[in-house]
């Protein structure tokens, strides 16, 4: 049965796969001609939307808010648990009206169809190279002034094991926010992680169904100056946490 059902979900993952690539070949010219002037890159976003917002009904996903949240005005840095490649496109159906960029690590850049408009559009970061990560964080700044949010998965990436557990948080999201002096956003996604596993796991988990997000009370600017990075970044991580551990999804 086990075997079976690994079956249907390597289907399902190609499936996911061909609807990806076949809705981005269909948006990217609007997406390249958006970045072909700074002062078009705005209307990037409301494309972004619409590609996935396509995806994530082709691939029969339905989002459930388990809590609403009047969101300050932005600029915001969004922070989230980070266990499957849907927490990223399904980041643009919780705030489509809040326009924002990805921070995140550049090995990204490797997929030719992505390269172009994530270099151009979100913010790469290399983690190995001080100088280039440094103008990464120069970057988001400049892209806050301009009023985005920046997206951080706080984790630095998917946890390797024992999904959806969280691992110790990296510290640039709240450097950025306190120095920004922007609210944090936090985002806890609930079922992902079995919704659509790495790809690397052949057999792995995935299927259709309904994402259930829980969105946090904004971390506002004067809460976050009564604590020290190290501080804040514990606070978030009980905080995103704490709807994973009271389903009994993640030890305390």
């Known amino acids: 049965m086990k075997q079976f059902l690994g079956v249907l979900s390597l289907c399902y993952k190609f499936y996911v796969g061909l609807v990806f ?5 269909f948006f990217y010219p609007f997406l ?5 002037r700074d002062s078009w890159k705005k209307w990037s976003f409301p494309i972004n939307v619409v590609w996935s917002s396509c995806v994530r009904l082709l691939c029969g996903i339905w989002v459930h808010r388990l809590k609403r949240v009047c969101l300050p005005k932005g600029p915001y840095m969004i922070v989230s648990n980070h266990t499957s490649y849907f927490d990223i496109f399904i980041m643009y159906s919780i705030l489509p009206r809040h326009r924002f960029l990805f921070m995140g690590k550049s090995e990204i850049l490797n997929y030719p169809l992505m390269k172009t408009f994530f270099k151009k559009l979100n913010i790469p970061v290399h983690r190995n190279d001080r100088m280039k990560a440094a ?3 120069i970057q988001a700044k400049n892209a806050i ?6 997206v951080i998965f706080p984790e630095g990436g998917i946890p390797d094991n024992d999904l959806p557990q969280m691992v110790e948080f990296k510290s640039g999201a709240f450097k950025l926010s306190k120095s920004c002096e922007i609210p944090i956003v936090p985002i806890t996604f609930l079922d992902h992680y079995h919704m659509f596993s790495d790809p690397d796991q052949i057999l792995g988990y995935a299927h259709p ?11 506002s600017v004067e809460q976050q100056k009564t604590m020290t990075e190290d501080e804040l970044s514990a606070y978030v991580f009980d905080t995103l946490a704490g ?3 009271e389903r009994g999804l993640m030890k305390n």
């Open 21 to 25: 690539v076949a809705t981005l070949l």
């Open 32 to 36: 390249y001609l958006t970045l072909l």
């Open 135 to 137: 103008k990464s964080f």
């Open 145 to 150: 002034r301009e009023g985005w949010s920046i």
């Open 209 to 219: 169904g309904v994402s259930r997000i829980y969105m946090h009370d904004a971390i």
């Open 243 to 245: 709807p994973l551990r």
